[in-house]
């Protein structure tokens, strides 16, 4: 169970973390490859760009249970807390419905790079582990779109203040 409560909370950032410092040090190594021993490498700059990709959904992941994303709440915020829980629990609802939609229709490229083989340009790699990125994004988005759907709606049930967020504008 703390293995659980620990990848929960910490599970993205140290995914982020390692997927970013691979880019660094893949990036280095090309940079020096190319201009030192004027030789570059065929993995180097396609698994940067396919490490980027997962780091960013990762990175979406991370947003949507920090609250980061963006929200218009300028009006909701002169309602009491049951109603703001409410309005962030629907924005939530209608998160997770979009989120799931996302992932269906990111599902069918890879299993069609599943069943065809579909290989990547320079290391023929099966294009699949790459494209797995858009439903593995979107399935830790609605995993964290659904924690708070729950904690908003326990925080509207005991009529306790949203949780407060980080404003973007003052």
């Known amino acids: 169970m703390k293995l659980i409560r620990f990848l929960d909370k910490n599970g993205e950032k140290i995914l ?4 970013y410092l691979f880019i ?10 190319r201009f030192v021993l004027s030789y570059s490498s065929l993995w180097g700059e396609e698994t940067a760009r396919y490490s980027f990709i997962y780091m960013v959904w990762i990175g979406a992941s991370m947003a949507v249970k920090d609250r980061l994303h963006i929200r218009i709440s ?8 049951r109603m703001q829980n409410f ?10 419905a979009l989120a799931v939609i996302a992932f269906r229709y990111s ?5 069609l790079s599943i069943k065809y083989q579909s290989v990547t340009d ?12 858009v439903p593995f994004g979107f399935t830790l ?8 759907l729950m904690e908003d709606v326990h925080r509207m049930v005991r009529n306790q203040p949203p949780k407060l967020r980080e404003k973007l504008f003052s």
Do not use: K
């Open 141 to 148: 988005i609605t995993i964290r779109l659904c924690q708070a």
């Open 24 to 33: 660094v040090v893949v990036i280095f190594n090309e940079v020096l490859r």
């Open 122 to 133: 320079g290391l023929r790699i099966v294009q699949a582990w790459y494209l797995f990125a």
């Open 16 to 19: 982020s973390l390692w997927l």
């Open 74 to 81: 300028i009006i909701i915020d002169h309602f009491g807390n």
């Open 87 to 96: 309005f962030s629990a629907l924005a939530s609802l209608l998160g997770v």
């Open 107 to 111: 599902m069918e490229p890879f299993l």
